[in-house]
T-cell receptor, first 117, second 117 residues
Framework: EAAVTQSPRSKVAVTGGKVTLSCHQT?????MYWYRQDTGHGLRLIHY???????EKGDIPDGYKASRPSQENFSLILELASLSQTAVYFCASSDRGRLGGRGAEQFFGPGTRLTVL | AQSVTQPDARVTVSEGASLQLRCKYS??????LFWYVQYPRQGLQLLLKYYPGDPVVQGVNGFEAEFSKSNSSFHLRKASVHWSDWAVYFCAVSPSFLSGSFNKLTFGAGTRLAVCP
């Protein structure tokens, strides 16, 4: 069965510190995504990638970097963590789907709860 | 730009009662549409998806949704709610034509469903 795993599942970080969130997929999918979820809101796209060694900005990339060293792994990096980055972060993957990547089901990981103090 | 509105932040129903969760989308043309469910402390799971064709789509666990182009809606329905349906439900839209975009999912804010005994 398709699987997306995330580590750590929860983390407490200090303001100004560096945080790395990791994601691993065994779906053999080309696309990977990072979202953040804030209480009472839907998911918002931070970064995505459609091939190893390449990442693209999503809707809210400021304050975040991403890294895709292989097809299976996708990391989200907060170089200088801030209070406003306290949220739950979800990783997802999908295949190319129809029409060059559109309409494909995304498979989500369990999420990482990040608290910045 | 695509967008999704879920007008009901919270819905409470009695177990065994019928359910409708509303979703309105904004997109030029006919999009791909999705309903995802998020159980407590878990990632999102796909309930059902719509690709242009039959406007009524069947999903898992007795859920179905109906696409209406004239109303720009994609409401989720279930004939008889079970206590295990207690979760947050997200509607999402993805572009279906070459719009310069990729498989970008835009999520609504979610509807929190509570089931009373």
């Amino acid at each position: 069965e398709a699987a997306v795993t995330q580590s750590p599942r929860s983390k407490v970080a200090v303001t100004g510190g560096k945080v790395t969130l990791s994601c691993h997929q065994t779906n053999n999918h080309d696309y990977m995504y990072w979202y953040r979820q804030d209480t009472g809101h839907g998911l918002r796209l931070i970064h995505y990638s459609y091939v190893a060694d390449s990442t693209e900005k999503g809707d809210i990339p400021d304050g975040y970097k991403a890294s895709r060293p292989s097809q299976e792994n996708f990391s989200l990096i907060l170089e200088l963590a801030s209070l406003s980055q306290t949220a739950v972060y979800f990783c997802a993957s999908s295949d190319r789907g129809r029409l060059g990547g559109r309409g494909a089901e995304q498979f989500f990981g369990p999420g990482t709860r990040l608290t910045v103090l | 730009a695509q967008s999704v509105t879920q007008p009901d932040a919270r819905v409470t129903v009695s177990e065994g009662a019928s359910l409708q969760l509303r979703c309105k989308y904004s997109y030029f043309g006919t999009p791909y549409l999705f309903w995802y469910v998020q159980y407590p402390r878990q990632g999102l799971q796909l309930l059902l998806k719509y690709y242009p064709g039959d406007p009524v789509v069947q999903g898992v666990n007795g859920f179905e949704a109906e696409f209406s182009k004239s109303n720009s809606s994609f409401h989720l329905r279930k004939a008889s709610v079970h206590w295990s349906d207690w979760a947050v439900y997200f509607c999402a839209v993805s572009p279906s034509f070459l719009s310069g975009s990729f498989n970008k999912l835009t999520f609504g804010a979610g509807t929190r469903l509570a089931v009373c005994p």
